[in-house]
């Protein structure tokens, strides 16, 4: 089965700064891979997904993920930090056109002014 | 309107309670999912459905029942609740045959729990 691993429940980073969470996964297919966001008191948002397709993925917010099958590793990042980004963020794995998504524990990005 | 709305938000119950907890999509989405959140251990699928007809069991179903009325409504049934069943729990949609077919919408959550 599919599994995602977040390093690191906790980041903190200086508004403006550059905000890297990392994400490695593990797939016996080609993966499908997800990054989620979720404010307070809220449900999930999609940040952005790779579908096989361009290795570099832009989403939404200024986040982009690069997916490396040599390292098995979908990070997300953002050069700059806002505020706003304060969150907690989730990555997540499926195979191709199978819904048993598999999430990972998340990180939590605290953003300081 | 939210496209996905979970009812209600908030419950407290007793160990040994029935609860149902109820989720309604205007997406027109065949596909429905409950997942549960705890702190440490991110999301994990409890129960799936790709249709009316199709149910399917997740990673972590044991304690749990689902019933699909109709292609809007997907509820989650605990028959008998224990302490351990204390979580947040998110009910989400797909569209398999839509432009974005590998996306999951979700809802705002129902926090549980159970004393």
């Known amino acids: 089965a599919q599994s995602v691993t977040q390093l690191g429940s906790h980041v903190s980073v200086s508004e403006g700064a550059l905000v890297l969470l990392r994400c490695n996964y593990s797939s016996s297919v080609p993966p499908y891979l997800f990054w989620y966001v979720q404010y307070p008191n809220q449900g999930l948002q999609l940040l952005l997904k790779y579908t096989s397709a361009a290795t570099l993925v832009k989403g939404i917010n200024g986040f982009e993920a690069e997916f490396k099958k040599s390292e098995t590793s979908f990070h997300l990042t953002k050069p700059s930090a806002h505020m706003r980004d304060a969150a907690e963020y989730f990555c997540a794995v499926t195979p191709y056109n199978n819904n048993d998504m598999r999430f990972g524990a998340g990180t939590r990005l605290t953003v300081k002014p | 309107d939210a496209d996905v709305t979970q009812t209600p938000r908030n419950r407290i119950t007793k160990t040994g309670k029935r609860i149902m907890l109820e989720c309604s999509q205007t997406k027109g989405h065949d596909r429905m999912y409950w997942y549960r959140q705890d702190p440490g251990l991110g999301l994990r699928l409890i129960y799936y459905?790709?249709?009316?007809?199709?149910?399917n069991k997740g990673e972590i179903s044991d304690g749990y029942s689902v019933s699909r009325q109709a292609q809007a409504k997907f509820s989650l049934s605990l028959e008998s609740a224990i302490p351990n069943q204390t979580a947040l729990y998110f009910c989400?949609?797909?569209?398999?045959?839509?432009?974005?077919?590998?996306?999951?919408?979700f809802g705002p959550g129902t926090r549980l729990t159970v004393l």
């Open positions: 459905s790709f249709d009316v007809k199709d149910i």
């Open positions: 989400a949609t797909s569209d398999p045959m839509g432009t974005d077919p590998d996306t999951q919408y």
